[in-house]
């Protein structure tokens, strides 16, 4: 019963830290959108998509106006987004994503993981050719009455992949240039998205036994745990 009871415990501190994770991930795209288009939800896409993903994952209101307040505070006044490229052991292709005030701290911890794990940073844009960016939508799947439908009406709008994900939402893809076409298109449905942000997604992979990924797995674990982490992408099959 005890066992049990362990069992619980230690997968409801996971779903919290995960979810703390996400509140100040979020905080962090708010502050950046009101600095960089102000801080009305009406005259800012930037932000008005950020408002979102922070209602998709429960995050509350009250939390979500501290953010937009703290957008002028002098404490985030120096916050910047910086991207770092490198190689996990086994070759394996990693781009983090960074949104920090104190970048000297952040490339030394950055560098810190890489190197521990047996990886190594590269220059900017040394992964251009691994990664493409791609608009990508997470919808609840009763929100979409006819699927044929809906998936037939996106195509004209930049389609590029439709799926579902492991906890059942589906999951739309357009190209990075048709994402504002795309977000516009999913609206006129009167559909909400869960989440709507640009990724990296990988164009070449590499192939691992289970002992090796384990360790990148490992590294990447390690590296979003950092606070000034936004998002870690890898290219591990």
Known sequence: MGRIFEVRKSTMFARWDKMAKQFTRIGK????????GGPLPE???????????????????????AAIKRATDKNTANLEEITYEGYGPFGAAIVVETATDNPTRTVANIRMYFTRAGGSL???GSMNYVFESLGEFH??????????????????HGLTEIGENSEGNLVVRCSF????????????????????EVIRHPLTFVNLDEAQAKQILELVDKIEQDEDVQKVYHNLA
């Open 139 to 156: 919808i609840k799947k009763e929100d979409v009455k006819n699927e044929e439908e809906f998936e037939f009406q996106l195509i004209d």
């Open 177 to 196: 240039t048709s994402f504002g076409i795309m977000s516009d298109a999913i609206s006129n449905y009167n559909i909400t998205p869960i989440s709507s």
């Open 29 to 36: 795209d708010i502050v950046l959108a009101v600095k960089q």
């Open 122 to 124: 590269t220059t900017s």
């Open 43 to 65: 005259n800012n896409p930037a932000l008005r998509r950020c408002i979102l993903n922070a209602k998709g994952v429960n995050m509350p209101k009250d939390r979500i106006e």
